[in-house]
């Protein structure tokens, strides 16, 4: 994919609401996406320090939302802090779309993978 690209734009988002109140320019659903796309991006490129930053944003604003721990973790464990990952994926397992088996499936297995490295 074209990360560096896709930041732009994100950064394009959130440089229109400088100054604005954020509620009025994007839902709360919207904000949550932007800082998703955020984390997974700065992850494709190896930015692990702010895609954490920007996964921590969206989970703050909705952790039950599917995925929203995901790049946070792989970031995680791609610093060397396993701890952490391992953490923020029981969080996952907790917290994240209990009512989908698939997500369920999915943060059980990316648990399972950080618990054994």
């Known amino acids: 994919g074209n990360w560096e690209l896709a930041i732009g734009i994100y950064q394009e988002i959130l440089?229109?609401?400088?100054?604005?109140?954020?509620?009025?320019?994007?839902?709360?659903?919207?904000?949550?996406?932007?800082?998703?796309?955020?984390?997974?991006?700065?992850?494709?490129?190896?930015?692990?320090?702010?895609?954490?930053?920007a996964g921590t944003m969206a989970i703050e604003m909705n952790r039950h939302f599917p995925?929203?721990?995901?790049?946070?973790?792989?970031?995680?464990?791609?610093?060397?802090?396993?701890?952490?990952?391992?953490?923020?994926?029981?969080?996952?397992?907790l917290y994240e779309a209990k009512w989908s088996d698939t997500t369920v499936k999915i943060n059980k297995e990316l648990l399972w993978s950080a618990r054994n490295e």
């Open 15 to 53: 440089m229109k609401s400088v100054g604005e109140d954020h509620t009025k320019t994007a839902t709360a659903a919207q904000w949550r996406q932007v800082w998703m796309g955020f984390s997974r991006c700065f992850y494709e490129l190896g930015d692990y320090e702010k895609a954490i930053h």
């Open 67 to 93: 995925q929203v721990h995901t790049y946070v973790a792989l970031s995680q464990k791609a610093v060397g802090d396993h701890a952490s990952a391992i953490k923020t994926m029981k969080n996952a397992v």
